[in-house]
């Protein structure tokens, strides 16, 4: 069977039936007429009958993924911030953040690619920006870059704000489990305040995997 | 000619029962200016109120300006809120043909609330409560079901977030005590089940955003969920999956 998670800026593609790894594909490269068999993602109804809920994918993916009763799952996309947190082994709380904490995700990696910046060899700043909102957040960077602070200092602190801002909108759990493509930005994932455990970028597809299961 | 005589009256929150008696005579045709009055568009409100305010107090304003009624029973007590004070001043000023009066429902007399418990669609059930507020008749007595999920809060603006909970959902909060026309029950409007999922919702810049939050918190299968005008994708899916996520 052909899972998929068509997120906005990736999708990322699993056949159950093969040995493969899932497959990251950018989102304006996907085949338009491409069917799939179970599909989430803000994209993804359009490609399949058979569409899960996006917070249900994380949970169940989390669920599968994580083994503690209690635990918050944190996933940063690129266009939007969601949420789970189990206490007890019950859904306790979520949150799904698409319009005011937006735009995150894509603007971090607009910006590494603008300032031709690495950002696994930079250093996470002592302080951060208040950021709500990626597009509203990069008037930060402009300024401060005009006042003759580094425009690598100027992104770390923006990238800093927005962890922060992810961290505070997930109820400032002790400790996040993270999901979606910011696991491999080492700047984004050490600028949390708390610890931090990468589950990677497939922890929807592993959602979908655990429907799948349920439904048998 | 009759149609003539009759007089638009528009009320605000739920007036007490004796104004309700009043209104209950054919000289009356009464408009519930809290819920959408056909496809009036909410922006008109702007000019009189912030549009970060309570959806429901801005429907108040752009239905009374459609409707222009010829009274309205605004009910300023505790059991509506502090924004309908404002609220009524502002119509004074923005409707002077309109008559204002200002009421502060204190009844106590226990209703009931047989639709809150009964199977049937939410959606439905929420409209069947609102509804109420113009009956002054004893209720029927309705069979209650066994709840399997909870929706706690007041009706909301958009009504289509009813759709996503199982007929078996019980109705708790204000929209409870509006169907027992006890609007100001505080103990009413705490009480929840603990024992099956419940959303607790409230409209967002409304004050009871806060009980909401907190008894969401409490409560050991509770999440919290605000919405302003509309309810967007996000929310609807947080309902969606928390129905979901609890086996329902």
Same mark, same amino acid.
């Given at each position: 069977?052909?899972?998929?998670?068509?997120? !906005?800026?990736?999708?990322?593609?699993?056949? !159950? =039936?093969?040995?493969?790894?899932?497959?990251?594909?950018?989102?304006?490269?996907?085949?338009?007429?491409?069917?799939?068999?179970?599909? !989430?993602?803000?994209?993804?109804?359009?490609?399949?009958?058979?569409?899960?809920?996006?917070?249900?994918?994380?949970?169940?993916?989390?669920?599968?993924?994580?083994?503690?009763?209690?635990?918050?799952?944190? =996933?940063?996309?690129?266009?939007?911030?969601?949420?789970?947190?189990?206490?007890?082994?019950?859904?306790? =709380?979520?949150?799904?953040?698409?319009?005011?904490?937006?735009?995150?995700?894509?603007?971090?990696?607009?910006?590494?690619?603008?300032? !031709?910046?690495?950002?696994?060899?930079?250093?996470?700043?002592?302080?951060?920006?208040?950021?709500?909102?990626?597009?509203?957040?990069?008037?930060?960077?402009? =300024?401060?870059?005009?006042?003759?602070?580094?425009?690598?200092?100027?992104?770390?602190?923006?990238?800093?704000?927005?962890?922060?801002?992810?961290?505070?909108?997930?109820?400032?759990?002790?400790?996040?489990?993270?999901?979606?493509?910011?696991?491999?930005?080492?700047?984004?994932?050490?600028?949390?305040?708390?610890?931090?455990?990468?589950?990677?970028?497939?922890?929807?597809?592993?959602?979908?995997?655990?429907?799948?299961?349920?439904?048998? | 000619?009759?149609?003539?005589?009759?007089?638009?009256?528009?009320?605000?929150?739920?007036?007490?029962?004796?104004?309700?008696?009043?209104?209950?005579?054919?000289?009356?045709?009464?408009?519930?200016?809290?819920?959408?009055?056909?496809?009036?568009?909410?922006?008109?409100?702007?000019?009189?109120?912030?549009?970060?305010?309570?959806?429901?107090?801005?429907?108040?304003?752009?239905?009374?300006?459609?409707?222009?009624?010829?009274?309205?029973?605004?009910?300023?007590?505790?059991?509506?809120?502090?924004?309908?004070?404002?609220?009524?001043?502002?119509?004074?000023?923005?409707?002077?043909?309109?008559?204002?009066?200002?009421?502060?429902?204190?009844?106590?007399?226990?209703?009931?609330?047989?639709?809150?418990?009964?199977?049937?669609?939410?959606?439905?059930?929420?409209?069947?409560?609102?509804?109420?507020?113009?009956?002054?008749?004893?209720?029927?007595?309705?069979?209650?079901?066994?709840?399997?999920?909870?929706?706690?809060?007041?009706?909301?603006?958009?009504?289509?977030?009813?759709?996503?909970?199982?007929?078996?959902?019980?109705?708790?909060?204000?929209?409870?005590?509006?169907?027992?026309?006890?609007?100001?029950?505080?103990?009413?409007?705490?009480?929840?089940?603990?024992?099956?999922?419940?959303?607790?919702?409230?409209?967002?810049?409304?004050?009871?955003?806060?009980?909401?939050?907190?008894?969401?918190?409490?409560?050991?299968?509770?999440?919290?969920?605000?919405?302003?005008?509309?309810?967007?994708?996000?929310?609807?899916?947080?309902?969606?999956?928390?129905?979901?996520?609890?086996?329902?």
């Amino acid at each position: 069977m052909l899972l998929a998670d068509f997120g !906005t800026s990736y999708c990322k593609l699993l056949e !159950t =039936d093969s040995t493969e790894p899932p497959r990251l594909i950018a989102t304006r490269s996907i085949d338009r007429s491409l069917k799939v068999d179970i599909a !989430t993602g803000h994209n993804g109804k359009r490609y399949t009958s058979h569409y899960v809920n996006e917070l249900t994918a994380l949970a169940r993916g989390g669920l599968s993924l994580i083994k503690e009763e209690s635990f918050t799952l944190l =996933d940063c996309g690129s266009r939007d911030i969601k949420y789970v947190a189990y206490s007890g082994g019950k859904i306790k =709380d979520m949150g799904w953040n698409a319009e005011c904490g937006a735009s995150m995700g894509f603007t971090i990696e607009l910006l590494e690619k603008y300032y !031709t910046l690495d950002f696994s060899s930079m250093d996470i700043p002592e302080s951060s920006f208040s950021i709500t909102c990626g597009v509203l957040g990069m008037s930060h960077i402009f =300024d401060a870059v005009v006042t003759g602070v580094s425009e690598a200092e100027a992104v770390a602190k923006f990238v800093k704000g927005i962890a922060i801002n992810a961290y505070n909108f997930a109820k400032r759990p002790e400790k996040v489990y993270l999901s979606g493509g910011l696991c491999d930005n080492p700047l984004f994932v050490g600028s949390f305040p708390c610890p931090v455990v990468s589950l990677g970028r497939f922890v929807l597809l592993e959602g979908l995997q655990a429907s799948l299961n349920q439904n048998k | 000619m009759a149609s003539s005589t009759i007089q638009r009256a528009g009320i605000v929150g739920i007036p007490p029962l004796s104004i309700m008696e009043l209104l209950a005579t054919p000289e009356f045709k009464i408009f519930d200016l809290d819920e959408p009055q056909g496809k009036i568009d909410i922006e008109t409100a702007s000019p009189f109120l912030p549009r970060v305010y309570c959806g429901i107090l801005r429907t108040v304003i752009a239905n009374s300006l459609a409707i222009r009624p010829d009274i309205i029973y605004i009910d300023t007590g505790s059991g509506k809120c502090d924004c309908a004070v404002h609220t009524a001043t502002v119509l004074e000023d923005m409707l002077p043909d309109t008559r204002i009066v200002r009421t502060k429902n204190q009844d106590s007399i226990d209703f009931g609330t047989p639709l809150c418990k009964t199977r049937m669609n939410l959606l439905e059930k929420m409209a069947a409560i609102t509804a109420t507020v113009q009956n002054t008749a004893p209720y029927q007595e309705l069979t209650s079901c066994k709840p399997t999920a909870g929706f706690w809060g007041v009706p909301p603006r958009d009504f289509s977030i009813l759709n996503l909970f199982p007929d078996t959902t019980h109705i708790y909060g204000w929209a409870r005590c509006m169907e027992n026309k006890t609007p100001d029950n505080l103990d009413l409007e705490l009480h929840y089940n603990p024992d099956i999922p419940t959303v607790f919702f409230a409209q967002s810049f409304c004050a009871k955003t806060a009980l909401a939050r907190h008894l969401a918190g409490k409560h050991p299968h509770g999440l919290y969920l605000d919405c302003d005008v509309t309810a967007g994708n996000s929310a609807k899916a947080k309902i969606q999956a928390f129905l979901e996520l609890s086996n329902i």
